[in-house]
């Protein structure tokens, strides 16, 4: 037997019994040691003893006479066996049921989340108003929980139950048995976030390490204030299961948002740094996003000292993991250094403000392009050329005609007499315009010559087709061949050369030529599209069929059953043949060592000045010319490795890139190398492959990076003294953000596994209503209390027995 010690037979046994929370209970033991089928048989002997001697008793006393007398028989035999086992009174002192209360303070719960439930985020701000908070960050949540209407929780918990607090960061800290409401009150409000540097939280061992702290008695409950977060050690499902066996449920109050944090980064912006004036400055950026796939948002460029955007464009943002690539365009008119700024409007529920912009300075410089136009005959291209070149303040123009004679070079001041066949004479030059020439009146050092001005000057050069002689009469020019980035090799030996076009058509710009400074015709891409369509169409056009591994098609013109004439056939064996149903390239661009070449397969660009005049014609040829010679603002600047973060986390993928500033140093292939230092791991090397999208840049991405300190040295090609370095950090993943969002799912299957119950701020309240009563915990035993050799005991013996035999005497039953 047993129960709780009624405070009167507390005090008629003289118990102490505590008061508040603690109590007693009570119980019976004995010092019997028999077995309990020995004592059964025991008391069925005694029984069948005392019915059987009453049984074959006189037949004059009635049966009800000798059941009472067997009755007190067997009251005193029991009374007998009572002494015998040495009964007493087992007094238990007990307390209140435990309960634990853990809040986590992790890095993540100083996230303030951003709610789309108007009503819910105005609760929050209510609440926390009430209990003197102002950030509605998720520990201010927690905090809030515990001490508004009064610190309410905290006294009712206190009230029922014995209540241990628990801190919860990266290893789990009691904080705290206090039952004083008001000093854990306090101790709470002071309660700060782990440091946001934090690497883990380890909230599935902390619950572990609580249900052992009550090894000896398992608490009715265990309440958890947290957002689910776990970066390492035991998962909360882990944690579920242990507390499932001990049979101990866990009641989970989630904090914050269960979606992506909403988030916009501006990851990079690549702009040249050192441009003409009056060129298109592109700024190439990328966007990520998170939680917030498919909004818009607006993308803008502003100028120092200039308050509005000078361009901007609305974007739709990616989905998380997802990057997107925006074009802003600046075309500065005056030399001098320019600091912009690309930034995206922070939104008010981002997570982070201070990742939506990036700075960049630009060097712009007037530096006169000196240019040398050269032409086998006076053509309508080459006399508007010149005309135009003649006329523009940057450009140093000397021209060279084949078909003129010596008066004409008397006469205009920017002929030659001849085309410059010293090799010191013609690196004067910035950039060659080399159109329709007769080769076999050329002298023949021209074209080791021209070769030299591109892989080794930098120089800049501009193929120009034309129905007489090039390409056709080049084929056996191994060094001009080596420079255009068409493949004339297969043409035949003695074509019929195209007819008119008598349709006409209209150059496109590819993806790829709307990224290039050249076809920049507009102020913005959106602008520059619609200009290329409504220029005057041509009507000669060289049928490029087969472009060199590396070529970009910067411009395109019709397919092939758009021309009319005879057209030479590409061969079939050629490897880099293209489809005769795709669009016929107009504009092609090739690297050559550090140069620039480019080839246009048309000789009547003049006929864009129809119904516009000079405006757009003169805006291609000049930016043509300014991208041809870049190389001229980067000679001596060297090179620059830089990776696109200084620290990265374990397994994120690095992006390299390389960039020439000079590019008579870039390597005449597509590849560069670079050799890779880590702290605890083995040398090795990266290819960098070039971006056909960005002159002189070649990247390399290295994926699954490992913790340590890591060193990238340039190691091919090699360039003269200190090799371009970059260097960045790998660290432990800070997983207190790699998932910042409130685990729900997680939070709500461990209350469901250890039968408990899930929680979010808005049904909070109804928490305490729903958690168990538990179980006194038993603090201390009292000496027994001996009730065999009571007086009282002894008496009634003997009363039973005396009675016994009075009565039997009466009967004459002695």
Request: with cysteine; hydrophobic share 40%.
């Amino acid at each position: 037997m047993s129960g709780r010690v009624p405070n009167a037979v507390a005090d008629w046994l003289g118990l102490n019994v505590p008061t508040g929370g603690d109590g007693a209970t009570w119980q019976l033991d004995s010092a019997w040691h028999w077995a309990p089928w020995a004592t059964l048989l025991l008391v069925i002997a005694a029984v069948a003893w005392t019915a059987v001697l009453y049984a074959r008793e006189s037949s004059s006393v009635d049966r009800p006479y000798r059941m009472l007398l067997a009755a007190l028989r067997l009251a005193a035999l029991g009374i007998l066996l009572s002494i015998l086992a040495q009964w007493a009174i087992v007094v238990r002192i007990t307390g209140s049921p435990s309960i634990a209360v853990v809040v986590d303070r992790s890095a993540s719960m100083g996230i303030a989340d951003q709610y789309d439930d108007a009503a819910l985020a105005e609760n929050i701000k209510s609440q926390l108003s009430a209990s003197g908070l102002t950030e509605p960050s998720r520990i201010n949540q927690a905090k809030s929980l515990l001490l508004h209407d009064d610190a309410r929780w905290l006294k009712d918990l206190n009230a029922r139950y014995r209540s241990e607090w628990y801190w919860l960061a990266g290893g789990i800290e009691h904080a705290s048995s206090d039952r004083d409401a008001q000093r854990l009150a306090n101790a709470i409000r002071e309660l700060k976030t782990d440091s946001a540097d934090s690497n883990a939280t380890r909230l599935g061992d902390g619950l572990k390490q609580v249900l052992t702290d009550f090894r000896g008695s398992p608490p009715a409950a265990i309440v958890v204030l947290t957002d689910g977060v776990v970066t390492e050690g035991v998962p909360l499902s882990g944690a579920a299961d242990n507390a499932r066996q001990r049979g101990v449920p866990l009641f989970t109050v989630g904090l914050g948002r269960d979606a992506p944090p909403r988030d916009i980064e501006l990851t990079d912006v690549l702009v040249d740094d050192v441009v003409f004036a009056n060129d298109l400055v592109i700024f190439q950026a990328q966007v990520k996003a998170s939680g917030l796939e498919g909004q818009t948002a607006k993308v803008s460029l502003f100028r120092d000292g200039v308050a509005q955007p000078i361009a901007s464009q609305e974007i739709k943002l990616p989905a998380a993991g997802q990057s997107l690539s925006v074009r802003l365009t600046d075309r500065p008119t005056k030399p001098g250094t320019i600091k912009y700024t690309v930034e995206i409007a922070v939104r008010e529920d981002e997570i982070n403000k201070e990742n939506n912009r990036q700075q960049r300075t630009v060097t712009v410089r007037d530096d006169t392009i000196h240019v040398l136009l050269a032409h086998g005959y006076p053509s309508y291209e080459f006399r508007f050329l010149k005309t135009l070149l003649e006329r523009d303040r940057t450009v140093k123009l000397s021209t060279f005609l084949q078909d003129a004679d010596a008066a004409y070079a008397e006469q205009d001041k920017t002929a030659l007499l001849s085309f410059p066949v010293d090799r010191n004479e013609l690196f004067n030059y910035d950039v060659l315009i080399f159109g329709d020439l007769d080769p076999q009146l050329m002298p023949r050092a021209t074209w080791t010559n021209l070769r030299a001005f591109a892989t080794e000057k930098g120089g800049g050069m501009a193929f120009l087709a034309g129905p007489r002689f090039l390409p056709w009469r080049y084929q056996d020019n191994s060094d001009v061949t080596s420079l255009l980035p068409i493949d004339i090799q297969s043409l035949p030996r003695d074509p019929n050369l195209p007819a008119a076009i008598t349709n006409g058509f209209r150059v496109r710009p590819t993806a790829l030529g709307l990224q290039n400074p050249a076809l920049q015709l507009g102020d913005s891409p959106v602008e520059t599209e619609k200009i290329w369509t409504e220029l005057a169409p041509l009507y000669w056009l060289f049928p490029i069929t087969a472009l060199k591994p590396g070529a970009q098609v910067l411009a395109e013109g019709p397919v092939m059953p758009e021309l009319s004439g005879d057209l030479p056939a590409a061969p079939t064996t050629q490897s880099a043949i293209r489809n005769p149903q795709s669009a016929i390239p107009v504009v092609c661009f090739q690297y050559v060592g550090a140069g620039r070449v480019e080839f246009l397969a048309v000789d009547s660009t003049w006929r864009w000045r129809i119904g516009v005049g000079d405006t757009y014609f003169s805006r291609f040829w000049v930016q043509t010319i300014r991208f041809l010679a870049r190389g001229k603002l980067n000679q001596g600047r060297g090179a620059q490795l830089t990776s696109d973060r200084r620290e990265y986390r374990r397994g994120e993928t690095a992006q390299l890139r390389l960039r020439f500033l000079d590019e008579r140093l870039a390597p005449v292939g597509d590849e560069a190398k670079a050799m890779i230092e880590a702290t605890g791991q083995e040398r090795r090397q990266v290819s960098l492959r070039r971006n056909p999208a960005t002159e002189g840049v070649f990247e390399a991405t290295l994926p699954d990076l490992r913790d340590g300190q890591y060193e990238i040295l340039l190691a091919e090609p090699k360039i003269a003294g200190t090799p371009p370095t970059t260097r960045f950090t790998v660290t432990a993943p800070p997983g207190e953000f790699a998932r910042p969002e409130m685990d729900a799912a997680a939070l709500r299957a461990a209350a469901e596994t250890t039968r408990g119950k899930f929680y979010t701020f808005a049904d909070a309240d109804q928490l305490l209503a729903g958690l168990p009563p538990g179980h006194r915990v038993p603090i201390e035993n009292l000496p027994p209390i001996p009730i065999w050799n009571r007086w009282w005991l002894l008496l009634a013996f003997l009363s039973c027995l005396t009675t016994e035999w009075i009565l039997r005497k009466r009967k004459g039953m002695m």
